[in-house]
């Protein structure tokens, strides 16, 4: 299979109360076509979410842009466009990053997280001299990574990165 360029397709999850950025590298093929993140059936991205968050799993896309705004999670790549072989992030090559120190901006986000090692790679070096803030490396939730991280263990890491961030405060809205 050869690398074909590959634009992103659709618009960052955000709204003005989202307090954490979950980043991706770029969207598979499955997410591509069906035009929404982490979308492919053996992704294991929302089952692991909807649990952390003890939402419901969301069943469609308008589902879970829902859950992703209710509990204040932000969604987007941290690429624009590159060069691709399939889903391969280890054949990213040609990559151009997304403005996320501008969605930072305008935004109350708190923390910054990546998903899976290529992620975390390119933000530090796209991302994170425009940003000046450190994302947070997370194991990917892709079926690739299923020998090295069960669900209860991505359960378990999502959690204790995510949840200080999303739970608030005391006598805050």
């Known amino acids: 299979m050869e690398r074909e360029m590959v634009f992103h397709a659709f618009p960052p999850v955000w709204d003005p109360n989202s307090r954490v950025l979950i980043l991706g590298t770029m969207p598979s093929p499955r997410s591509r076509e069906n035009g929404f993140y ?5 992704n294991r991205f929302w089952p692991v979410l909807s649990s952390v968050l003890g939402e419901p799993l969301p069943q469609n896309n308008e589902e879970r842009r829902a859950l992703a705004l209710r509990r204040g999670v932000a969604l987007w790549d941290v690429l624009a466009s590159c060069e691709i072989r399939g889903a391969d992030d280890g054949s990213i090559s040609r990559p151009q990053p997304n403005d996320i120190a501008g969605l930072l901006a305008r935004t109350g986000i708190r923390a910054v997280f990546t998903t899976g090692t290529k992620a975390a790679a390119l933000y530090r070096r796209h991302c994170l001299p425009h940003t000046g803030r450190e994302a947070v490396p997370l194991p990917s939730t892709s079926p690739a990574n299923c020998r090295w991280y069960t669900r209860q263990r991505l359960e378990e890491v999502y959690a204790g990165a995510l949840l200080p961030f999303l739970q ?4 805050t809205p």
């Open 38 to 42: 982490y979308t492919h059936p053996q």
């Open 168 to 171: 608030k405060p005391p006598g």
